[in-house]
C-alpha cells in the first residue's frame, strides 16, 4: 500500500486532514518512508508511531526519527504491516557501509 502525497494534494504542500487521516490508519505498522530530498537518506524504515499535523515519528530499533510531512514522498508498507526492506543505500536514516 502507497500513499502518495503529490497524488492527493498536488506538490507535496497542503496535505490536508486527510493525508494525515490516512496516516493515522498506518499507526504501530512497520512501514518505508521515501522522502522527496535526495541522497543516502532518501528512505527510512521503522515503526510509525505517531501522525502529528507536521510531522510523524518512526522508531526503528533505539533511533527515532521526527520527519516533516512536507519532506514526505510516499509511505509504504506490506500487507499484515510486517517489516519493509529499505531501498538500497539507505536503512533507518543510516547510509549503508
Given at each position: 500500500?502507497?500513499i502518495?502525497a503529490?497524488?492527493?494534494y498536488?506538490?507535496?504542500?497542503?496535505?490536508?486532514?486527510?493525508?494525515?487521516?490516512?496516516?493515522?490508519?498506518?499507526l504501530?505498522?512497520?512501514?518505508?518512508v521515501?522522502?522527496t530530498?535526495g541522497?543516502?537518506y532518501?528512505?527510512?524504515?521503522?515503526?510509525?508511531?505517531?501522525v502529528?499535523?507536521d510531522?510523524?515519528?518512526?522508531?526503528?530499533g533505539?533511533?527515532i526519527?521526527?520527519?516533516?510531512?512536507?519532506r514526505?514522498?510516499?509511505?509504504?508498507k506490506?500487507?499484515?504491516?510486517?517489516?519493509v526492506a529499505?531501498a538500497?543505500?539507505?536503512?533507518a536514516g543510516?547510509?549503508a557501509?
Amino acid at each position: 500500500m502507497a500513499i502518495e502525497a503529490e497524488g492527493y494534494y498536488g506538490g507535496g504542500r497542503g496535505y490536508g486532514r486527510s493525508f494525515y487521516n490516512l496516516l493515522q490508519r498506518e499507526l504501530n505498522d512497520n512501514v518505508l518512508v521515501i522522502l522527496t530530498s535526495g541522497g543516502a537518506y532518501s528512505a527510512v524504515a521503522g515503526i510509525l508511531s505517531r501522525v502529528m499535523p507536521d510531522h510523524i515519528v518512526l522508531i526503528n530499533g533505539n533511533v527515532i526519527l521526527e520527519i516533516p510531512l512536507d519532506r514526505i514522498a510516499t509511505v509504504s508498507k506490506l500487507a499484515g504491516g510486517g517489516p519493509v526492506a529499505p531501498a538500497p543505500g539507505s536503512v533507518a536514516g543510516f547510509p549503508a557501509n
